[in-house]
């Protein structure tokens, strides 16, 4: 796969600003100033929530309105928007759009104000795990007010459910803004009903925790007292016969004595059967082999493709030379996602040039993700490696932007960074990376 010039075009296609978007590259802000961003990918990236990690990449509601007001597309996008709120169908999307309401409504736009009122009140998502929405972004516009009608919203559930962690999270984000005495003031002045129950089931969790931290206290030298028995080598063996999953196998790996790996080694050699490999492969996962056995080369090969992936994971935790020449002759004739992990601890001088050239990007956004992440550990592992050309492809096609700040820290600690990448990143999706100086 040949790669070009990947610096930001000045006249982006409809193309190249979707996926700026997508990624959240600070370029999409940039050409937003220059008035080339165009309205239909904007829209489009303001009612669907591209992150890639939802878990841990930050809702970009604020970075999207940022991008919206130097457009000048603040009443183009503002029907679409009430739109959605309106027809709030898929939680995949609802906290971008509530945050984008708070923007609205903070500029002065009542309709959005209500509809967040609407949204904490009604809780339009069936799911229960959504039925916080709205409610940061009804508390950093309204304060006090916001808070009592969320709580109230919550009391009235009180009925039905048991506190749980929404509740916490409500009181936690709450006591941040207007402060927890202020707090029992607002929900022991009240008559109303729900906010009573809301209150008085909040005393009761925290009696109910003062109770559990006394009793554990009681206990926790009997507790110190108690060792879990170590597990034997013996043990590991005919669990990885039998039909569990054995996922403490990894950490049993990490703790046992070099005696005992080779005991589990020499049964990796002579087992036959796919399950029992993947099982006993496990204690490898992060951990290398007491001594080098090419039969992990050859199970890496192996149809089976949970045997074959874990075969992969163990080999890159070796540094040999028969691993170097498998990665090399893969890299020319079949490009495996793990086969860049092989680089990380049998990386030579120019592997960065020859990857390069040979690299092919998976389709794939998450098989990608896992190639490219690879590569910057090949990068970070081995310093000596020019990291100018192949840091920079990694930036500009990761899905992550986690992983892009990663990168840009990689070129910054090589002042390898090229200009154009030093402005844009002072408007990245990722906070982190905004942050960065590149004096």
């Known amino acids: 796969m040949k790669f070009f010039d990947v610096s930001p075009p000045p006249v982006p296609t409809p193309a190249e600003q979707r996926d700026a978007l997508t990624k959240g590259l600070g370029r999409a802000r940039r050409w937003a100033e220059r008035g080339v961003l165009t309205k239909a990918p904007l829209v489009e990236a303001c009612l669907q929530d591209l992150r890639y990690d939802h878990m841990c990449e930050a809702p970009r509601g604020d970075w999207l309105w940022e991008i919206i007001n130097a457009a000048g597309f603040r009443n ?261 996602a793990f086969l860049c992990s092989l680089f990380i601890r049998n990386y030579q001088s120019g592997d960065e040039d020859r990857i390069l050239a040979a690299l092919t990007l998976p389709e794939d956004a998450w098989e990608r993700h896992s190639v490219l992440s690879d590569l910057i550990e090949v990068l970070k592992e081995n310093p000596t490696a020019d990291r100018s050309r192949l840091a920079t492809i990694i930036y500009r096609f990761t899905p992550c932007e986690i992983c892009r700040y990663k990168v840009v820290q990689l070129l910054k600690e090589q002042s390898v960074i090229p200009d154009w990448m030093t402005e844009e990143c002072r408007f990245d999706s990722y906070a982190d990376t905004r942050t960065l100086t590149f004096e």
């Open 76 to 336: 183009e996008i503002r029907v679409p928007l009430l739109h959605a709120l309106y027809d709030l169908s898929d939680p995949e999307n609802a906290r971008q759009l509530c945050k984008l309401a708070q923007h609205y409504a903070a500029s002065g736009d009542a309709a959005f104000r209500d509809l967040l009122y609407q949204i904490v009140t009604q809780k339009p998502l069936a799911a229960a795990d959504y039925d916080f929405l709205g409610e940061s972004e009804l508390l950093a516009l309204e304060g006090e007010r916001g808070f009592l009608c969320a709580a109230k919203s919550r009391g009235a559930q009180l009925k039905h459910i048991d506190w749980d962690w929404p509740e916490e999270s409500l009181l936690r984000e709450a006591g941040k803004l207007i402060g927890e005495t202020r707090i029992r003031e607002l929900l022991s002045s009240t008559s109303d009903p729900d906010l009573n129950r809301f209150f008085e089931s909040w005393q009761q969790q925290l009696r109910e925790k003062a109770e559990r931290k006394q009793q554990k206290q009681g206990h926790r030298k009997k507790q110190q007292r108690q060792q879990t028995d170590k597990i034997s080598v013996e043990t590991v063996l005919e669990a990885a016969r039998g039909e569990t999953q054995c996922y403490w196998f990894r950490s049993w790996g990490l703790q046992a004595a070099p005696a005992e790996l080779n005991v589990v080694l020499q049964a990796l050699k002579s087992s036959k059967e796919p399950a029992v490999l993947i099982n006993l492969i496990k204690v490898f996962s992060n951990r290398a082999l007491p001594e080098f056995d090419s039969r992990l080369i050859e199970l890496s090969q192996h149809p089976d493709p949970e045997l074959q992936r874990r075969a992969w994971v163990a080999l890159a935790n070796h540094s040999h030379p028969k691993i170097r020449e498998f990665a090399n002759l893969q890299l020319n004739e079949n490009q495996h």
